[in-house]
């Protein structure tokens, strides 16, 4: 049972647009989620996160939603830009005693010139 | 400059000839993790550490073993290999271990591409 869905396997912003990649998620109970960015032959970096006590969370060019009810989330990227372009996995962690974090399938988002 | 550091980046080997993928990371860190990525399934835990000689399974562990003798060091050991393990392999590292009210992010090493033929 896949815990955190990104339903979008890619994903095509024409650059200087708004992108936005989305997740769900089916457990409740997580509280803390997180963006991470993967170009090729890399590891993931963290780009982003919120705690389940907001509904939004900025850092320069990118936003992240959260809405608890849905069980979704978003992250904006806007403007979008040429860097941009990458594999952007989601995550969620839930606060219990193994602490682990699930991650996302992951959404290639390609930028458009 | 602080890193977490896989070794080898890439690996062919048969099945069933037992290997080890080091990882170790120069930061102190508590919490120390192993993943595995694979098309259209993206990143699945195999096993994590809590703390020095503190291991736990992941969601994948079938065919996995790990140890945590010293803080900075978490290999990966397969004492079998087999071709399903066939696999991009990211060891992460974190101040500790997750935590909700904080949020510790994790800093993932470079991957290891393993094949098993």
């Known amino acids: 049972d896949q815990q955190v869905k990104q339903n979008s396997p890619s994903l095509s912003v024409q650059e200087g647009r708004i992108s936005i990649l989305n997740c769900d998620y089916t457990n409740s109970m997580f509280d803390y989620f997180l963006w991470y960015k993967k170009y090729p032959a890399e590891g993931p970096t963290f780009l982003i996160s919120i705690s389940s006590i907001k509904d939004k969370n900025e850092d320069g060019r990118f936003t992240v939603f959260l809405n608890k009810s849905a069980k979704h989330l978003s992250l904006h990227i806007v403007p979008s830009q040429p860097g941009d372009s990458a594999v952007y996995f989601c995550a969620a962690s839930l606060a219990n005693r193994d602490d682990k974090i699930i991650f996302g399938k992951g959404t290639r988002l390609h930028i458009l010139p | 400059e602080a890193q977490v550091t896989q070794n080898p980046r890439y690996l062919i080997t048969v099945t069933g000839k037992k290997l080890t993928v080091t990882c170790s990371q120069n930061m102190n860190h508590e919490y120390m993790s192993w993943y595995r990525q694979d098309p259209g399934l993206g990143l699945r835990q195999i096993y994590y550490s809590m703390n020095v000689e503190v291991t736990d399974k992941g969601d994948v562990p079938e065919g996995y073993k790990v140890s945590r003798k010293e803080k900075r060091n978490f290999p990966l050991i397969l004492e079998s290999p087999s071709p399903n393990q066939t696999s991009l392999y990211f060891c992460?590292?974190?101040?500790?271990?997750?935590?909700?009210?904080?949020?510790?992010?994790?800093?993932f090493g470079p991957g290891t591409r393993l094949l098993v033929l």
């Open positions: 992460a590292s974190s101040l500790s271990a997750w935590a909700s009210s904080g949020g510790e992010t994790q800093y």
